[in-house]
Protein backbone atom coordinates (compact mmCIF):
# COMPACT_ATOMS: atom_id res chain seq x y z
CA UNK A 1 0.00 0.00 0.00
CA UNK A 2 2.59 2.63 0.69
CA UNK A 3 4.68 1.63 -2.24
CA UNK A 4 0.89 1.68 -4.53
CA UNK A 5 0.20 5.22 -2.92
CA UNK A 6 3.79 7.57 -2.85
CA UNK A 7 5.95 6.01 -5.90
CA UNK A 8 5.69 6.15 -9.72
CA UNK A 9 9.31 4.68 -10.21
CA UNK A 10 8.42 3.31 -13.94
CA UNK A 11 9.89 6.17 -15.38
CA UNK A 12 13.23 5.74 -13.33
CA UNK A 13 13.40 1.60 -13.61
CA UNK A 14 12.78 1.96 -17.27
CA UNK A 15 16.12 4.56 -17.82
CA UNK A 16 17.89 3.49 -14.88
CA UNK A 17 21.14 1.26 -16.71
CA UNK A 18 22.28 0.21 -13.68
CA UNK A 19 19.01 -2.46 -13.04
CA UNK A 20 18.73 -2.84 -17.00
CA UNK A 21 22.31 -3.41 -18.54
CA UNK A 22 25.16 -5.09 -17.52
CA UNK A 23 28.08 -3.47 -15.60
CA UNK A 24 31.36 -3.45 -14.50
CA UNK A 25 32.50 -2.84 -10.61
CA UNK A 26 35.42 -1.84 -8.86
CA UNK A 27 33.63 -2.03 -5.04
CA UNK A 28 34.28 -3.77 -2.21
CA UNK A 29 35.01 -7.49 -3.42
CA UNK A 30 35.87 -6.34 -6.91
CA UNK A 31 40.05 -7.08 -8.51
CA UNK A 32 40.13 -3.66 -8.64
CA UNK A 33 39.05 -1.96 -4.84
CA UNK A 34 42.00 0.34 -4.17
CA UNK A 35 41.19 -0.29 0.07
CA UNK A 36 41.91 -3.83 -0.46
CA UNK A 37 44.89 -2.77 -2.05
CA UNK A 38 45.78 -0.52 0.66
CA UNK A 39 45.39 2.32 -1.89
CA UNK A 40 48.64 1.04 -3.54
CA UNK A 41 47.25 1.93 -7.05
CA UNK A 42 50.41 0.94 -8.43
CA UNK A 43 50.39 -2.41 -7.37
CA UNK A 44 46.91 -3.01 -8.04
CA UNK A 45 47.11 -2.00 -11.46
CA UNK A 46 49.96 -3.84 -12.28
CA UNK A 47 50.99 -5.62 -15.46
CA UNK A 48 49.67 -2.06 -16.53
CA UNK A 49 51.53 1.04 -15.52
CA UNK A 50 48.67 2.99 -14.02
CA UNK A 51 45.01 2.03 -13.37
CA UNK A 52 43.51 4.11 -16.01
CA UNK A 53 45.87 1.63 -18.17
CA UNK A 54 43.89 -1.33 -16.48
CA UNK A 55 40.78 0.20 -16.97
CA UNK A 56 41.31 0.25 -20.48
CA UNK A 57 42.46 -2.69 -20.61
CA UNK A 58 39.32 -4.18 -19.00
CA UNK A 59 37.37 -2.47 -21.50
CA UNK A 60 38.99 -3.59 -24.54
CA UNK A 61 39.49 -7.12 -22.97
CA UNK A 62 35.25 -7.10 -22.72
CA UNK A 63 34.72 -5.85 -26.12
CA UNK A 64 36.78 -8.29 -27.81
CA UNK A 65 35.13 -10.80 -25.94
CA UNK A 66 31.29 -9.58 -27.33
CA UNK A 67 30.46 -8.72 -23.53
CA UNK A 68 28.63 -5.89 -23.83
CA UNK A 69 29.07 -3.22 -21.24
CA UNK A 70 26.25 -0.47 -19.98
CA UNK A 71 27.94 1.45 -17.34
CA UNK A 72 30.90 1.61 -15.04
CA UNK A 73 30.86 1.88 -11.59
CA UNK A 74 33.71 3.55 -9.71
CA UNK A 75 33.58 3.34 -6.12
CA UNK A 76 35.39 5.07 -3.20
CA UNK A 77 38.96 4.88 -4.21
CA UNK A 78 39.02 7.12 -7.33
CA UNK A 79 39.37 10.64 -5.78
CA UNK A 80 41.54 12.41 -3.51
CA UNK A 81 40.27 11.78 0.28
CA UNK A 82 41.18 10.58 3.75
CA UNK A 83 40.47 7.52 5.53
CA UNK A 84 37.20 7.31 7.77
CA UNK A 85 35.85 4.33 7.29
CA UNK A 86 36.57 3.97 3.25
CA UNK A 87 37.69 7.49 2.34
CA UNK A 88 35.85 10.91 2.41
CA UNK A 89 35.43 12.95 -0.47
CA UNK A 90 37.70 15.86 -0.89
CA UNK A 91 36.84 16.59 -4.42
CA UNK A 92 35.05 14.13 -7.06
CA UNK A 93 38.23 14.09 -9.53
CA UNK A 94 40.12 11.42 -10.32
CA UNK A 95 43.74 10.87 -8.51
CA UNK A 96 45.89 11.98 -11.34
CA UNK A 97 49.07 9.85 -10.59
CA UNK A 98 46.56 6.73 -11.04
CA UNK A 99 44.66 8.30 -13.80
CA UNK A 100 47.44 10.83 -16.01
CA UNK A 101 45.30 11.68 -18.92
CA UNK A 102 42.86 13.47 -17.62
CA UNK A 103 39.49 12.60 -15.42
CA UNK A 104 35.98 11.58 -15.40
CA UNK A 105 35.47 12.93 -19.16
CA UNK A 106 38.58 11.48 -20.43
CA UNK A 107 37.55 8.01 -18.77
CA UNK A 108 34.29 8.03 -19.80
CA UNK A 109 35.39 8.75 -23.42
CA UNK A 110 38.11 6.17 -23.39
CA UNK A 111 35.91 3.36 -22.07
CA UNK A 112 33.03 4.23 -24.18
CA UNK A 113 30.20 3.41 -21.11
CA UNK A 114 28.79 5.85 -18.63
CA UNK A 115 29.35 5.77 -15.03
CA UNK A 116 27.52 4.77 -11.82
CA UNK A 117 29.72 7.41 -9.33
CA UNK A 118 29.98 6.83 -5.91
CA UNK A 119 29.40 9.37 -2.77
CA UNK A 120 30.13 8.11 1.13
CA UNK A 121 30.21 11.51 2.49
CA UNK A 122 32.60 14.80 1.60
CA UNK A 123 36.04 15.50 3.69
CA UNK A 124 35.67 18.40 6.64
CA UNK A 125 36.98 21.67 4.78
CA UNK A 126 36.79 19.75 1.87
CA UNK A 127 38.53 21.56 -1.40
CA UNK A 128 36.08 20.80 -4.08
CA UNK A 129 32.95 21.64 -1.81
CA UNK A 130 33.77 25.39 -0.31
CA UNK A 131 30.76 26.70 -1.29
CA UNK A 132 28.48 24.73 0.60
CA UNK A 133 27.19 24.62 4.32
CA UNK A 134 28.50 21.04 6.06
CA UNK A 135 27.11 19.74 9.57
CA UNK A 136 29.71 20.41 12.50
CA UNK A 137 31.40 18.34 14.71
CA UNK A 138 28.06 19.49 17.30
CA UNK A 139 25.52 18.11 14.93
CA UNK A 140 27.47 14.69 14.65
CA UNK A 141 28.37 13.87 18.07
CA UNK A 142 30.72 11.01 18.56
CA UNK A 143 32.34 10.77 14.53
CA UNK A 144 32.80 13.32 12.23
CA UNK A 145 35.31 12.63 10.43
CA UNK A 146 33.69 12.69 7.28
CA UNK A 147 30.37 15.03 6.83
CA UNK A 148 27.20 15.56 4.87
CA UNK A 149 25.66 18.38 3.36
CA UNK A 150 23.37 20.93 5.94
CA UNK A 151 19.35 19.42 5.17
CA UNK A 152 18.31 23.01 4.16
CA UNK A 153 21.25 22.73 1.50
CA UNK A 154 20.71 19.11 0.24
CA UNK A 155 18.13 19.60 -2.78
CA UNK A 156 20.60 22.71 -3.92
CA UNK A 157 24.24 20.77 -3.45
CA UNK A 158 22.44 17.32 -5.11
CA UNK A 159 21.07 19.44 -7.89
CA UNK A 160 24.29 21.56 -8.67
CA UNK A 161 26.38 17.83 -8.36
CA UNK A 162 24.59 15.99 -10.82
CA UNK A 163 24.24 18.76 -13.14
CA UNK A 164 28.14 19.24 -13.05
CA UNK A 165 28.83 15.26 -13.51
CA UNK A 166 25.92 14.27 -14.98
CA UNK A 167 25.71 12.92 -18.61
CA UNK A 168 23.24 14.69 -20.23
CA UNK A 169 24.76 18.07 -18.91
CA UNK A 170 28.12 17.63 -18.83
CA UNK A 171 30.97 15.01 -20.60
CA UNK A 172 31.66 13.91 -17.03
CA UNK A 173 29.64 10.96 -17.57
CA UNK A 174 27.20 10.56 -14.42
CA UNK A 175 24.32 8.21 -15.19
CA UNK A 176 23.33 7.06 -11.65
CA UNK A 177 23.99 7.95 -8.13
CA UNK A 178 25.52 5.63 -5.33
CA UNK A 179 25.07 7.36 -1.85
CA UNK A 180 26.83 4.62 0.56
CA UNK A 181 27.10 4.27 4.76
CA UNK A 182 23.67 5.51 4.85
CA UNK A 183 23.13 3.82 8.07
CA UNK A 184 26.32 5.16 9.84
CA UNK A 185 25.74 8.25 8.82
CA UNK A 186 22.48 8.38 9.95
CA UNK A 187 23.61 6.90 13.55
CA UNK A 188 26.36 8.74 14.14
CA UNK A 189 25.17 12.12 13.38
CA UNK A 190 23.48 13.37 16.65
CA UNK A 191 21.63 16.28 14.74
CA UNK A 192 19.49 13.24 12.73
CA UNK A 193 19.09 11.76 15.93
CA UNK A 194 17.83 13.91 17.84
CA UNK A 195 15.79 16.30 15.34
CA UNK A 196 12.97 15.68 14.02
CA UNK A 197 12.76 15.16 10.31
CA UNK A 198 16.04 16.42 10.09
CA UNK A 199 17.42 13.31 7.81
CA UNK A 200 14.37 13.07 5.87
CA UNK A 201 14.98 16.56 4.57
CA UNK A 202 18.19 15.49 3.60
CA UNK A 203 16.77 12.25 2.19
CA UNK A 204 13.79 14.42 0.08
CA UNK A 205 16.81 17.01 -1.24
CA UNK A 206 18.88 14.35 -2.56
CA UNK A 207 15.63 12.66 -4.16
CA UNK A 208 14.30 15.57 -5.47
CA UNK A 209 17.39 16.61 -7.27
CA UNK A 210 17.52 13.14 -8.62
CA UNK A 211 14.32 13.16 -9.86
CA UNK A 212 14.52 16.79 -11.49
CA UNK A 213 17.63 15.83 -13.38
CA UNK A 214 16.19 12.13 -13.94
CA UNK A 215 19.35 10.52 -11.92
CA UNK A 216 18.84 7.12 -10.76
CA UNK A 217 20.00 6.14 -7.41
CA UNK A 218 21.03 3.65 -5.27
CA UNK A 219 21.16 3.18 -1.62
CA UNK A 220 23.76 2.05 0.01
CA UNK A 221 23.98 0.01 3.41
CA UNK A 222 20.30 1.86 4.23
CA UNK A 223 18.59 1.14 6.87
CA UNK A 224 14.88 0.05 6.47
CA UNK A 225 13.73 3.38 7.40
CA UNK A 226 15.91 4.68 4.01
CA UNK A 227 13.99 2.00 2.04
CA UNK A 228 10.48 3.53 3.82
CA UNK A 229 11.63 6.87 2.67
CA UNK A 230 12.55 5.86 -0.61
CA UNK A 231 8.72 5.49 -1.05
CA UNK A 232 8.33 8.80 -1.64
CA UNK A 233 11.93 9.09 -3.98
CA UNK A 234 10.31 8.09 -7.59
CA UNK A 235 14.00 8.12 -8.86
CA UNK A 236 15.62 5.81 -5.86
CA UNK A 237 15.54 2.64 -8.06
CA UNK A 238 17.82 -0.16 -6.60
CA UNK A 239 19.13 -0.57 -3.08
CA UNK A 240 22.10 -3.14 -1.31
CA UNK A 241 20.34 -6.13 -0.07
CA UNK A 242 23.47 -7.78 1.09
CA UNK A 243 26.54 -7.35 2.68
CA UNK A 244 29.84 -6.46 0.87
CA UNK A 245 31.02 -9.22 -1.97
CA UNK A 246 34.22 -9.13 0.04
CA UNK A 247 32.59 -10.64 2.90
CA UNK A 248 31.41 -14.45 3.32
CA UNK A 249 28.18 -13.24 4.50
CA UNK A 250 27.20 -11.85 0.86
CA UNK A 251 25.14 -14.56 -0.45
CA UNK A 252 23.21 -15.50 2.82
CA UNK A 253 22.77 -11.91 3.84
CA UNK A 254 20.81 -11.19 0.50
CA UNK A 255 17.22 -13.44 0.25
CA UNK A 256 16.18 -11.07 3.33
CA UNK A 257 17.14 -7.79 2.35
CA UNK A 258 15.81 -8.47 -1.40
CA UNK A 259 12.16 -9.57 0.04
CA UNK A 260 11.73 -5.95 2.14
CA UNK A 261 13.35 -3.91 -0.94
CA UNK A 262 11.01 -5.73 -3.32
CA UNK A 263 7.71 -5.19 -1.00
CA UNK A 264 8.92 -1.63 -1.28
CA UNK A 265 9.30 -1.46 -4.91
CA UNK A 266 12.95 -1.10 -5.15
CA UNK A 267 15.17 -3.39 -7.01
CA UNK A 268 17.53 -5.33 -4.62
CA UNK A 269 21.44 -5.48 -5.23
CA UNK A 270 23.91 -8.25 -4.07
CA UNK A 271 27.09 -6.24 -4.98
CA UNK A 272 29.40 -6.96 -7.42
CA UNK A 273 31.11 -10.53 -8.45
CA UNK A 274 34.22 -12.40 -9.82
CA UNK A 275 33.03 -14.63 -13.07
CA UNK A 276 36.45 -16.95 -12.74
CA UNK A 277 37.78 -18.12 -9.82
CA UNK A 278 41.56 -18.47 -10.67
CA UNK A 279 42.74 -14.77 -10.40
CA UNK A 280 46.00 -13.53 -11.27
CA UNK A 281 45.38 -10.56 -9.47
CA UNK A 282 43.96 -10.98 -5.43
CA UNK A 283 44.16 -8.84 -2.62
CA UNK A 284 41.95 -10.73 -0.73
CA UNK A 285 43.39 -13.04 1.85
CA UNK A 286 43.21 -17.36 0.69
CA UNK A 287 39.86 -18.39 1.56
CA UNK A 288 38.06 -15.49 1.20
CA UNK A 289 34.81 -15.05 -0.50
CA UNK A 290 36.06 -13.17 -3.43
CA UNK A 291 36.66 -16.11 -6.65
CA UNK A 292 34.46 -18.50 -4.67
CA UNK A 293 30.84 -19.58 -6.02
CA UNK A 294 31.34 -17.94 -9.09
CA UNK A 295 27.66 -19.57 -10.73
CA UNK A 296 25.81 -19.22 -7.88
CA UNK A 297 26.99 -15.57 -7.21
CA UNK A 298 26.00 -14.72 -10.96
CA UNK A 299 22.16 -16.73 -10.41
CA UNK A 300 21.93 -14.24 -7.63
CA UNK A 301 22.98 -11.36 -9.31
CA UNK A 302 20.89 -12.15 -12.28
CA UNK A 303 17.93 -13.20 -10.96
CA UNK A 304 17.80 -10.64 -8.22
CA UNK A 305 16.06 -7.76 -10.38
CA UNK A 306 19.11 -5.23 -9.66
CA UNK A 307 22.48 -5.01 -10.31
CA UNK A 308 24.66 -7.62 -12.39
CA UNK A 309 28.17 -6.18 -11.79
CA UNK A 310 31.02 -7.91 -12.47
CA UNK A 311 34.85 -7.10 -11.21
CA UNK A 312 37.13 -9.23 -12.78
CA UNK A 313 40.73 -8.32 -13.92
CA UNK A 314 41.68 -7.26 -17.42
CA UNK A 315 41.07 -10.11 -19.51
CA UNK A 316 39.86 -12.76 -16.95
CA UNK A 317 36.06 -12.63 -17.81
CA UNK A 318 34.26 -15.61 -18.18
CA UNK A 319 32.06 -14.24 -21.18
CA UNK A 320 30.08 -17.56 -21.12
CA UNK A 321 28.76 -17.49 -17.78
CA UNK A 322 28.31 -13.22 -18.42
CA UNK A 323 26.23 -14.55 -21.21
CA UNK A 324 23.58 -16.36 -19.16
CA UNK A 325 22.64 -13.40 -17.02
CA UNK A 326 21.88 -11.03 -20.50
CA UNK A 327 21.03 -10.64 -24.52
CA UNK A 328 24.29 -10.08 -26.64
CA UNK A 329 23.45 -6.16 -26.31
CA UNK A 330 24.28 -6.28 -22.35
CA UNK A 331 20.49 -6.04 -21.22
CA UNK A 332 19.87 -7.85 -18.52
CA UNK A 333 17.51 -11.06 -18.44
CA UNK A 334 15.11 -10.59 -15.39
CA UNK A 335 12.55 -12.43 -13.92
CA UNK A 336 9.24 -10.68 -12.22
CA UNK A 337 10.30 -10.41 -8.85
CA UNK A 338 13.80 -10.82 -6.56
CA UNK A 339 14.49 -14.68 -5.46
CA UNK A 340 13.55 -14.38 -1.92
CA UNK A 341 12.77 -16.94 0.61
CA UNK A 342 10.28 -19.33 0.56
CA UNK A 343 7.74 -19.29 3.24
CA UNK A 344 8.61 -22.47 4.75
CA UNK A 345 12.26 -21.48 5.59
CA UNK A 346 10.27 -19.26 8.55
CA UNK A 347 9.14 -22.30 10.08
CA UNK A 348 10.42 -23.71 13.14
CA UNK A 349 11.24 -26.69 11.82
CA UNK A 350 13.15 -25.29 9.04
CA UNK A 351 16.81 -26.61 9.70
CA UNK A 352 19.04 -24.53 7.72
CA UNK A 353 20.44 -23.19 4.48
CA UNK A 354 18.63 -20.79 2.22
CA UNK A 355 15.88 -21.63 -0.44
CA UNK A 356 14.74 -18.89 -2.11
CA UNK A 357 11.87 -18.36 -4.98
CA UNK A 358 11.25 -16.09 -7.44
CA UNK A 359 8.80 -16.37 -11.31
CA UNK A 360 8.34 -15.51 -14.30
CA UNK A 361 5.85 -14.88 -17.38
CA UNK A 362 5.41 -13.93 -20.68
CA UNK A 363 2.38 -14.25 -22.21
CA UNK A 364 0.74 -17.03 -21.71
CA UNK A 365 4.21 -19.09 -20.49
CA UNK A 366 5.42 -19.09 -17.59
CA UNK A 367 8.06 -20.64 -14.59
CA UNK A 368 8.64 -21.08 -11.26
CA UNK A 369 12.60 -20.62 -10.23
CA UNK A 370 14.03 -22.14 -6.72
CA UNK A 371 17.33 -21.58 -5.64
CA UNK A 372 18.85 -23.89 -2.79
CA UNK A 373 22.31 -23.46 -1.05
CA UNK A 374 23.66 -25.14 1.74
CA UNK A 375 20.43 -27.18 2.94
CA UNK A 376 21.83 -29.76 5.10
CA UNK A 377 18.29 -31.75 5.44
CA UNK A 378 16.19 -33.97 3.02
CA UNK A 379 13.13 -31.81 1.86
CA UNK A 380 11.06 -31.67 -1.76
CA UNK A 381 9.77 -28.68 -3.31
CA UNK A 382 6.30 -28.48 -3.42
CA UNK A 383 3.70 -26.20 -5.42
CA UNK A 384 2.89 -24.60 -2.29
CA UNK A 385 5.94 -23.34 -2.30
CA UNK A 386 5.56 -20.83 -4.89
CA UNK A 387 4.34 -17.27 -5.16
CA UNK A 388 1.75 -16.40 -7.08
CA UNK A 389 0.23 -19.28 -6.17
CA UNK A 390 0.11 -22.40 -8.81
CA UNK A 391 -3.25 -23.72 -9.53
CA UNK A 392 -1.69 -26.42 -11.76
CA UNK A 393 -1.95 -30.17 -10.88
CA UNK A 394 0.72 -31.13 -13.79
CA UNK A 395 4.34 -30.01 -13.89
CA UNK A 396 7.55 -30.53 -15.77
CA UNK A 397 11.07 -29.41 -13.38
CA UNK A 398 14.14 -28.87 -15.04
CA UNK A 399 17.48 -28.59 -13.19
CA UNK A 400 19.77 -26.26 -14.25
CA UNK A 401 22.46 -28.58 -14.60
CA UNK A 402 20.48 -31.32 -16.19
CA UNK A 403 21.22 -33.03 -19.46
CA UNK A 404 20.72 -30.74 -22.33
CA UNK A 405 16.99 -31.10 -24.00
CA UNK A 406 18.03 -32.04 -27.26
CA UNK A 407 15.67 -31.89 -30.59
CA UNK A 408 13.65 -34.68 -30.64
CA UNK A 409 14.56 -36.65 -27.90
CA UNK A 410 12.07 -38.23 -25.18
CA UNK A 411 12.68 -35.02 -22.70
CA UNK A 412 11.47 -37.39 -19.22
CA UNK A 413 13.82 -40.33 -20.41
CA UNK A 414 16.69 -37.99 -21.75
CA UNK A 415 16.61 -36.03 -18.29
CA UNK A 416 15.56 -32.62 -20.10
CA UNK A 417 12.92 -32.88 -17.67
CA UNK A 418 11.42 -34.43 -14.85
CA UNK A 419 7.99 -35.08 -13.88
CA UNK A 420 8.44 -35.31 -9.68
CA UNK A 421 9.14 -32.07 -7.68
CA UNK A 422 13.38 -31.95 -7.17
CA UNK A 423 14.25 -31.99 -3.43
CA UNK A 424 15.20 -28.95 -1.82
CA UNK A 425 18.26 -30.88 0.55
CA UNK A 426 20.64 -31.91 0.59
CA UNK A 427 22.32 -29.44 -1.73
CA UNK A 428 24.44 -30.62 -4.35
CA UNK A 429 28.39 -30.06 -4.09
CA UNK A 430 29.52 -28.25 -6.64
CA UNK A 431 33.12 -27.61 -5.68
CA UNK A 432 32.54 -23.83 -5.08
CA UNK A 433 32.74 -23.94 -1.33
CA UNK A 434 28.91 -23.18 -1.48
CA UNK A 435 27.21 -26.44 -1.76
CA UNK A 436 23.84 -25.44 -3.80
CA UNK A 437 21.20 -26.56 -6.44
CA UNK A 438 18.63 -24.39 -9.06
CA UNK A 439 15.96 -25.71 -10.52
CA UNK A 440 12.79 -24.69 -13.43
CA UNK A 441 9.56 -25.76 -12.59
CA UNK A 442 6.59 -25.37 -15.63
CA UNK A 443 2.97 -26.02 -14.86
CA UNK A 444 1.80 -27.78 -17.37
CA UNK A 445 -1.85 -28.42 -17.27
CA UNK A 446 -3.54 -29.49 -20.34
CA UNK A 447 -0.90 -27.78 -22.53
CA UNK A 448 0.10 -29.84 -26.12
CA UNK A 449 2.91 -27.01 -26.15
CA UNK A 450 5.25 -26.12 -23.17
CA UNK A 451 7.61 -23.39 -23.79
CA UNK A 452 10.66 -23.73 -21.78
CA UNK A 453 12.82 -20.69 -23.00
CA UNK A 454 15.67 -19.99 -23.36
CA UNK A 455 17.95 -22.99 -21.66
CA UNK A 456 20.88 -21.06 -21.76
CA UNK A 457 20.32 -18.37 -19.55
CA UNK A 458 19.93 -18.17 -16.04
CA UNK A 459 15.31 -16.79 -16.76
CA UNK A 460 14.80 -18.96 -19.61
CA UNK A 461 11.64 -16.82 -20.34
CA UNK A 462 12.49 -12.98 -19.25
CA UNK A 463 9.84 -10.69 -20.70
CA UNK A 464 13.25 -8.28 -22.36
CA UNK A 465 13.53 -11.56 -24.56
CA UNK A 466 10.29 -12.82 -25.28
CA UNK A 467 7.68 -10.11 -26.68
CA UNK A 468 4.90 -12.13 -27.04
CA UNK A 469 3.96 -16.03 -26.33
CA UNK A 470 0.64 -17.28 -27.68
CA UNK A 471 -0.81 -21.01 -27.14
CA UNK A 472 -3.46 -21.72 -28.91
CA UNK A 473 -3.48 -25.53 -28.28
CA UNK A 474 -2.16 -27.27 -31.49
CA UNK A 475 0.06 -23.66 -31.74
CA UNK A 476 2.76 -22.06 -30.33
CA UNK A 477 3.48 -18.56 -31.39
CA UNK A 478 6.66 -16.68 -30.06
CA UNK A 479 7.94 -13.15 -30.67
CA UNK A 480 11.45 -12.55 -29.36
CA UNK A 481 13.36 -8.75 -28.96
CA UNK A 482 17.26 -9.56 -29.59
CA UNK A 483 19.96 -7.41 -31.28
CA UNK A 484 21.05 -7.59 -35.15
CA UNK A 485 23.20 -11.62 -35.53
CA UNK A 486 22.11 -12.24 -32.19
CA UNK A 487 21.62 -16.03 -32.45
CA UNK A 488 18.89 -17.57 -29.83
CA UNK A 489 18.09 -21.05 -29.41
CA UNK A 490 14.71 -21.58 -28.33
CA UNK A 491 12.88 -24.86 -26.39
CA UNK A 492 9.97 -26.26 -26.23
CA UNK A 493 7.96 -29.28 -25.46
CA UNK A 494 5.30 -30.98 -27.15
CA UNK A 495 3.06 -33.56 -25.18
CA UNK A 496 3.57 -37.29 -26.58
CA UNK A 497 1.01 -39.99 -24.88
CA UNK A 498 1.96 -39.75 -21.26
CA UNK A 499 5.53 -37.52 -22.05
CA UNK A 500 7.08 -34.71 -23.65
CA UNK A 501 9.24 -34.69 -26.98
CA UNK A 502 11.95 -31.38 -26.71
CA UNK A 503 11.33 -29.28 -29.96
CA UNK A 504 14.24 -26.64 -30.18
CA UNK A 505 14.08 -23.70 -32.75
CA UNK A 506 17.48 -21.94 -33.54
CA UNK A 507 16.84 -17.82 -34.40
CA UNK A 508 18.79 -15.39 -36.14
CA UNK A 509 18.22 -12.17 -35.99
CA UNK A 510 17.99 -9.78 -38.88
CA UNK A 511 16.96 -6.87 -37.29
CA UNK A 512 15.63 -6.29 -33.43
CA UNK A 513 12.66 -8.80 -33.90
CA UNK A 514 12.13 -12.10 -34.65
CA UNK A 515 8.88 -14.59 -34.76
CA UNK A 516 9.14 -18.26 -34.44
CA UNK A 517 6.27 -21.20 -34.13
CA UNK A 518 5.88 -24.31 -32.65
CA UNK A 519 3.09 -26.83 -33.91
CA UNK A 520 0.68 -25.97 -37.06
Not at 19 to 38: E, F
Not at 216 to 230: H, K, N, R, V
Not at 339 to 367: C, I, K, N, Q
Amino acid sequence: MLRDAETDRAAALAADVVVNGLGYWTDNGAVYYGDAWKHDLAVMAAPHATMEAAAVAVAAALRRDGVALAYWQWDDWWYPGEAVYVDCVDAWTMLPAAFPSGGLADMRRRLGVPFLLYMPYVCRNASGFANWTFLTPDDCGWDCEGTLVDARESEAFHGALFEKYGEATSDRGLVAYEQDFMVTNFLKTRKYRQVLGEYERWFAGMAAAAADREIPLQLCMAMPSDAILAAKADWATNARASDDYALPSNLPSFGGGALLLWALGLRPSKDTFWTTSNSSKRAYAPGANPGTNVELNAIVAATSTGPVGIGDAAGETDAALVARTCAADGALLQPAKPLTPLDRTYAASWRGGEAWGSHVVSGSAAAYLTLAFSVDATSTLAAADFYPAAAARDWVHRAWHAAPCADGADALASGCVVAAFPQLGPSTDRGGGRPYDYWLSYPADGEKWLLLGELDKFVPLAGRRFAKVANTGARLDVALRGSPGEVVAVTALERAGGGWTARVREVTFETGDAALAFGS
